[in-house]
């Protein structure tokens, strides 16, 4: 997911994206210590995009408490 796309959403929806993503990933990780995964790239891409999202959420919240 690119920044573009997650600057369109409203503070809410990256919310409930972070806690899916960060559920999916946690699964992932598990499931990848028992038995490898066959794209192991992917832990990777979820990993950054939960980051780019949270990034996301605290540039919004540093320039609501500016105003």
């Known amino acids: ?3 573009a796309e997650i600057r369109e959403f409203t503070t809410k929806e990256i919310e409930e994206r ?3 993503e960060s559920t ?3 699964k992932l990780s598990m499931n990848h210590a028992v038995s ?3 794209n192991p790239q992917k832990l ?3 990993r950054r995009d939960v980051a780019r999202m949270k ?3 605290r540039k919004r919240q ?3 408490n500016t105003k």
Do not use: G, Q, R
Request: glycine share 0%.
């Open 62 to 64: 540093l320039s609501a």
């Open 36 to 38: 490898p995964l066959d």
């Open 55 to 57: 990034t996301e959420l």
């Open 44 to 46: 990777k891409v979820i």
């Open 1 to 3: 997911m690119k920044i």
């Open 24 to 26: 999916m990933l946690a």
């Open 18 to 20: 972070v806690d899916a």
